[in-house]
C-alpha cells in the first residue's frame, strides 16, 4: 500500500499560483496519479491525471490551461501547478494514485485506490 502526503496549500488571492505536492511513501510512485478537488456541499471531482511515466496528461475543461500536472519519479512525487486561480477553485484538493488504470478510467475517482488526506486551497476575490 502507498501512503500519500499532500502538501503547498494555502490563501491566494485571484489571479494569484501555487503549487501543490504529492509525495509517496511505502512503495514506489510508479503508477498513474491524479488530482481531485472537492469543495464544500458538492462531490469530489476530477482535476488532472497523469501517466506512469508522465507522458500523458489529462485535464478538467474547467482547468484546461491554468494547471499542469508534472511527476518528479525519483523523487516520488507529483506536482500540481495552478495559475490564474480563481475563487472556484477553493477547495480541498487530493492526490491519488492506483494501479492498472486505463486512459478511459483517468478521471474516474473510483479508479484511484490509494489517497491522500488533502490540502486546503482557498482563493480571495
Known amino acids: 500500500q502507498v501512503q500519500l502526503v499532500e502538501s503547498g496549500g494555502g490563501l491566494v488571492q485571484a489571479g494569484g499560483s501555487l503549487r501543490l505536492s504529492c509525495a509517496a511513501s511505502g512503495r514506489t510512485f510508479s503508477s498513474v496519479a491524479g488530482w481531485f478537488r472537492q469543495s464544500p456541499g458538492k462531490e469530489r471531482e476530477f482535476v488532472a491525471a497523469i501517466s506512469a511515466s508522465g507522458g500523458l496528461t489529462t485535464y478538467a475543461d474547467s482547468v484546461k490551461g491554468r494547471f499542469t500536472i508534472s511527476r518528479d519519479n525519483a523523487k516520488n512525487t507529483v506536482y500540481l501547478q495552478m495559475n490564474s486561480l480563481k475563487p472556484e477553485d477553493t477547495a480541498v484538493y487530493y492526490c491519488?494514485?492506483?494501479?492498472?488504470?486505463?486512459?478511459?478510467?483517468?478521471?474516474?475517482?473510483?479508479?484511484?485506490?490509494?489517497w491522500g488526506q488533502g490540502t486546503q486551497v482557498t482563493v480571495s476575490s
Open positions: 491519488a494514485t492506483g494501479t492498472r488504470i486505463g486512459f478511459s478510467g483517468y478521471k474516474v475517482r473510483g479508479s484511484y485506490d490509494s
